[in-house]
């Protein structure tokens, strides 16, 4: 169960609000490529993509120099297209309105992935600038389409006619979406409404970048330097990547612990140095809120008041209500329902920790009273003690490239997928840290997509692990190949060393293919389908995480790396055992960031003061002092660096309750995780058609019935509440 900074998909799109027509996956439609990209430009990010695997972008070439003007001519382009819709003089029709918009802003839509490059793997300040004067044009932008009144009288023609005449299902569902999606985004409002409301888009669109550029700064800016003697608990390869940081900070002969999760988290675990894990601790839970130029209160509750104008301009009482509609969950009153139903049962598992930490405190003759920079520290004493399960010991036997050979032979047995080795230098890369593989039919040989990994941290990427592709299946005009990429945190080796991560890192890992996966196997015909429902998407992805501690998984690829012996059994006993060790931790401070997003939006922003409502709630909510929120609101990224998350924090939860579901159907198969029947249906009804069905129904297809939370509770070890 990861609450990791883990996003899918575009994360830049995601800061659109009109997300699914303005930018909608990118497609290989040759006719339409001819008439619009400016194929003797000198902009690199302009052409069109060539080379083998149906042209591919050119991450080699890219230069940020070139990024506005790309930026710029992709929204001319793109307007251009709309105009070509509404110059049709013929009656709206599903061929003449729906299709090109489908098609439109090609262009665009390529410049994107570089731009998503340049900002969540590459970024500077030099590309923060430019981010920052383009993005209230792309707000313009949207708005001039989202409230285009002319296409949404015909996108309205269309779907009013499919009321009377219903479309083939994949057609449907794309009316549906593209006109709830115009209507949505303020489509019905009057002129002097469309108006603000493009104004506060735009403002908010600002508010975002200035949001998270605040995160980043205060992520770059509060790095801890150890000296010699202050590196006590702390392993080997911690301390020389360390050390090499350092270096690369000029700060040769120090160990730096920079202010990012990968850092903290393994910290906070293992230092002895009680007064540095406070200061560690407190710069990481401080980002965004050090009452300073990078502070982001104000931020939030210009936000909060910016969403509530907008979504009351549409006639709804909140954000949470206007934005949950076309969710799984439907309402916040649902979402809220499941979070409470959680809650109590994880509160009351961290005082048990507590009082176990506590013990072991004492015993040990620590006098202290557990804080929340102990409780990393203390629980893995516990974790220790209790399943005698030492987490370096783990991480032995977890090297990064035989995970990476573990996932390929999962997604072999379910999705009968091969993964091969793209030579160097034939696909164009944007880091020499990045690697490709093509992904083909392990019978059939047909040619799937590319594989891009891009594994190590480094300055100017954010951190956390996510997913995204740079081309979608698509086949309305053809079918298009898969162009996906993983992207992660690890910390680079030092030349020669494996990389050795933790079960958490590697649950991610395997958590991220999932979202590949899912990006691999679509076969939607229209780019809109490809869409996710925030609150399901990550449900494929948290499932696939289970076949981590699979038979198979264990006794082929978890292997030590010197010895190259096979993880022993009595280890891989203690793993499961343990696997419900700090669900009170877990549960708790991923449930007080999803609560307090809901609760956030749920109030009224008037006069709200952030940081006293964080304050006031979790204390009505009775969150135990030992610990924080997973993502404190000042750096809440998900929900206010764009909208991808906002009142959809939850859906982690919520897809959860699938997973958990979802893998009861495994267990209870005669061939286990790999039964082929069910990897079968979980194809077909889960995985593959992607947005182009109600997630609701797809789920009864493959289950038979809807989730239900038993299983959620018995995996987190909380007792099961009785009906
Ligand atoms: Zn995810």
Partial sequence: MQYKNIMISKPLKAAFIFSIVLFSTCKDDKNFEEKIVMNDTDNVLLQKWKGPYQGLPAFDKMTIADVKDAVETGMELGLKDIETILNNAEAATFENTIVPLEASANTLNHVF??????????????FRNIQGELAPKLSDYNSKISQNEKLFQRVQAVYNASQNNPLPADQQRVVDLTYKGFEMNGANLNAEQKTRYAAINKELSSLYTDFSNNVLHDEENYVTYLNKNQLGGLSESFIKSAAKIAIDKGEDGTYAITNSRSSMDPFLTYSTERKLRKIVWTNYYSRGDNADD????AIITAILKLRKERVGLMGYDNYAQWRLQDRMAKTPERAMDLMMAVWPAAIARVNEEVADMQTVANTSGDRLKIKPWDYRYYAEKVRQKKYDLDSDEV????????????MFYVAGRLFNYK????EEGKVPV????VTVWEVTDKDSGKHIGLWYLDPYAREGKRSGAWATTYRSYTSYKGETNVLASNNSNFVKPAPGESVLVSWDDATTFFHEFGHALHFFSSNVKYPTLNSGVR????????LLERWLSTDEVINQFLVHHETGEPIPASLVEKIKKASTFNQGFETTEYLASALMDMKLHLADPTNIDIDKFERETLAELNMPNELPMRHRTPQFGHVFSGEGYATAYYGYMWADVLTSDASEAFKEAPGGFYDKAVADKLVKYLFAPRNSMDPAEAYRLFRGRDAQIE?????????VPVK
């Fill in 113 to 126: 992935t570089y731009y998503g490059i340049l900002s969540s793997n590459m970024s500077s300040p030099e």
């Fill in 294 to 297: 990078y502070d982001n209160n």
């Fill in 711 to 719: 299983a959620l509770m018995i995996d987190r070890g909380f007792p």
């Fill in 535 to 542: 609150d399901y998407t990550e449900f494929q992805s948290q």
């Fill in 395 to 406: 991480k032995q036997y977890l090297q990064l490239d035989k995970l990476t050979d573990a």
């Fill in 430 to 433: 944007f880091h020499e840290d």
């Fill in 419 to 422: 993964f091969t080795p793209v």
